[in-house]
Every structure is written in structure tokens, then in C-alpha cells.
């Protein structure tokens, strides 16, 4: 996987591959899914919600620029996979998921697999999780209508997130925001992607339309540029 899917690629990071290399998906995925855990896609992990295809893991959390030691927040926490490998190289990994079952399986996964920095809540993180702010990267692994400027606010300076925004719940640019100053934040759009809508209240609401008709999609990854 870190050879074909990562590397070939274009992931240099050696910090993100040698976390790719160590993290073990297949512990992530449901049982009867464990054949394809390394296969190039993302997976169902029920309540209609999917863990991202690894090269997209890799190419967001190479995004966000880490160098070790970092204190993190995820939105959509999902299987705890995205959270696992952020916590191989951040200090603190702050990690929200708004599903009950899905936080509580993450949060059983992640004990089992060893990980002890990884910090799981079982809220809407769309607003963030104010209580451990300022975090020197946030990522947010699911579908945002628009950047929050909860989650902003919430970004050291210095700091990067990386989010997938767009006007449809299902399709969104990546976009990278770096806090360079206290009132400055820059954005930069790094891809084309294709999320779960991120849910809540600075989220797409529940019964909207497009959520209710297509819950389980989630596939293709189409790159628009490199870093
Ligand atoms: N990073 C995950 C993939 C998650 S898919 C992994 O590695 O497995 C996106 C997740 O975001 C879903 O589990 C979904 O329930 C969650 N989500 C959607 N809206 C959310 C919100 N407002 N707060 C927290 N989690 C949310």
C-alpha cells in the first residue's frame, strides 16, 4: 500500500508513509471488509459512513505540513483509522465523531491497537472542540458546506487545516487554511474530492434532501494538483 497507493503517488512525507506503514487498517474496517483492507478505496464502516481510500488519508494529513510532537483535532472520527495515523506523529489527537456507535467502536479500535494519545468524543464537531483549542492542525474528514469560523478561530497561528468544502453535501475541494496571523488566514485549494457530508450545526442538516437519498457514497478521489 505505501509502495503503490502512497508513494508512486507522490506522498513524500516520510513521517505520513512510515505512519501508514504502521497503522493496522485492517484492525479499522468490520470484519467481513478485512480481505480489502489495503485495496485502493474507501471502505463502508456502517451507518452509511466509509473509511477514506488510504492515498486520501495519506495526501491530507501530508497536507497539513506535521513535524512531530503537534496537538490535533478531527471531525469525523469514522473507524478512528485517519486519527490512529495522525496520533503516530502528533503529540495529542483530538478526535470527533457525531455517530454514538461509530465513536464508541473507534474508541475501542484505537485502546486495542495500542494508541494512547488519541482522545475520542462522541459530539457535533462541526463547531470544533473548543475545550483543548488552540490545535496546530485540524482535519476535518467530512463534507463541510462552508470553513467555520468556529474551527478557524480554533487554529493556532501557524496552524493548518485541511477540509473539503463544496455547495453539494457529496462533492468538495480540498481546501488547505494556514492561520498566519491572528486575523489572517490563507486558503489554498488542493484537490477534488468526495466525502460524507460532515452533519450538524455549522454542517449540512440531517434531513437534507441529498443526505437522506445517498447515505454510503463516497469513492473517487480525482486530484486537481500537487503540493
Ligand atoms: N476519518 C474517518 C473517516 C470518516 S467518514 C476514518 O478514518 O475512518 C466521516 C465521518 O464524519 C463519519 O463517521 C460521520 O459520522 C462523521 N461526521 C459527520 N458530521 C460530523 C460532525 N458534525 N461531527 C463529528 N463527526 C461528523
Request: glycine share 10%; aromatic share 6%; proline share 6%.
Amino acid at each position: 500500500m505505501v509502495a503503490t497507493q502512497l508513494r508512486a503517488r507522490g506522498v513524500r512525507d516520510e513521517k505520513v508513509l512510515a505512519a501508514m506503514g504502521e497503522v493496522p487498517r485492517e484492525q479499522f474496517v468490520p470484519v467481513e471488509r478485512r480481505p480489502m483492507a489495503y485495496d485502493d478505496a474507501p471502505l463502508p464502516i456502517g451507518e452509511g459512513q466509509t473509511i477514506s481510500q488510504p492515498y486520501i488519508v495519506a495526501f491530507m494529513i501530508e497536507a497539513l505540513a506535521l513535524k512531530g510532537g503537534e496537538k490535533a483535532l478531527e471531525i469525523g472520527a469514522g473507524s478512528g483509522y485517519a486519527a490512529a495515523v495522525l496520533g503516530r506523529i502528533c503529540g495529542d489527537v483530538y478526535a470527533v465523531e457525531r455517530i454514538e456507535r461509530l465513536a464508541a467502536a473507534a474508541a475501542k479500535t484505537l485502546r486495542e491497537t495500542g494508541v494512547e494519545n488519541v482522545h475520542v468524543r462522541f459530539a457535533d464537531g462541526s463547531g470544533g472542540w473548543p475545550d483543548h483549542a488552540p490545535y496546530d492542525a485540524i482535519l476535518v474528514s467530512a463534507g463541510a458546506p462552508s470553513i467555520s469560523e468556529a474551527l478557524q478561530r480554533q487554529l493556532a497561528v501557524g496552524g493548518r487545516m485541511v477540509v473539503p468544502v463544496g455547495d453539494h453535501p457529496r462533492a468538495q475541494e480540498l481546501v488547505r487554511v494556514t492561520r498566519a496571523s491572528e486575523n489572517e488566514f490563507v486558503r489554498e485549494r488542493i484537490a477534488d474530492v468526495r466525502f460524507v457530508p460532515l452533519i450538524g450545526e455549522a454542517g449540512w442538516a440531517r434531513d437534507a434532501p441529498d443526505i437522506a437519498q445517498t447515505a454510503g457514497g463516497g469513492r473517487t478521489l480525482f486530484l486537481k494538483s500537487r503540493l
